[in-house]
């Protein structure tokens, strides 16, 4: 697929799935935070089909109804088990090969590189201790208020790095990544270092798709 030539001055990056290979088991998380919100008298009903995070939210919106001033309190509960299970998966979890030196040609190339993950920082940091000397900006979800796919979480990416989203791509592993860069008018690329077939990134609309991240140099003016 190398017959396009990009022409970037930022390129934004997924995580989990992009650069590392990050081990939770979601499965089990989930079951925490359902158990969880089970002792405030919520059931699953209606919300089976949402993400951890939408999750926890859609429930402490229920607690909130039934049980107001406890619904903060579930809350920080239920985001302190997500990141147990993602801190347990971090600790045996590394960054994909050629990662940090895809970010140091980046950077050599004079492109900006950012991260952004609907995963704590303190994750993150496990796998990349020194990521904040590769790229140029991490925004977690500690660091805003809507997670992808809310495309305020890329814009608070590229608004650290001063960048604009039409000289900008978005990489990443799962239709979410891409359909967020495409909401804000960036370039979007799939990898298939995830859990998404290359069918449902086509399908989300990439611009491109690449085995691993770090093939995106290759396609660089």
């Known amino acids: 697929m190398r017959d396009c030539t990009l022409k970037l001055s930022a390129v934004v990056f997924d995580f989990d799935g992009t650069l590392a290979h990050l081990k939770i088991d979601f499965r089990e998380m989930r079951r925490d935070v ?37 619904e903060g309190v579930f809350s920080g509960l239920a985001l302190r088990r997500v990141a147990d299970r993602e801190l347990a998966g971090a600790a045996h ?65 590229l608004k650290i790095m001063n960048a604009g989203p039409s000289a900008c791509a978005m990489v990443g592993d799962h239709p979410m990544d891409i359909r967020v860069g495409k909401e804000v ?12 077939a290359a069918s449902d990134l086509q399908e989300a609309g990439a611009d491109l798709i690449l085995e691993r991240a770090a093939e995106i140099t290759g396609y660089l003016e």
Not at 36 to 55: K, N, P, Q
Not at 98 to 110: A, C, F, N, S, T
Not at 185 to 196: F, K
Request: charged letters at 25%; a neutral charge; glycine letters at 10%.
């Open 34 to 70: 359902l158990n969880l919100a089970a002792s405030y008298g919520i059931a699953e009903d209606g919300m089976e089909r949402l993400f951890v995070l939408e999750l926890i939210a859609e429930t402490s919106r229920r607690i909130g109804r039934v049980k107001p001033g406890q």
């Open 93 to 157: 979890s590394s960054l994909f090969p050629g990662i940090r030196e895809m970010l140091v040609d980046l950077r050599r190339r004079g492109i900006k590189t950012g991260i952004l993950t609907r995963n704590c920082l303190e994750a993150v940091t496990a796998i990349f201790p020194d990521v904040g000397d590769y790229s140029d900006a991490v925004v977690t979800r500690d660091d805003t208020e809507r997670v992808k796919p809310h495309p305020d979480h890329i814009r608070a990416v």
């Open 185 to 196: 008018g960036a370039l979007a690329v799939g990898v298939l270092t995830g859990y998404s």
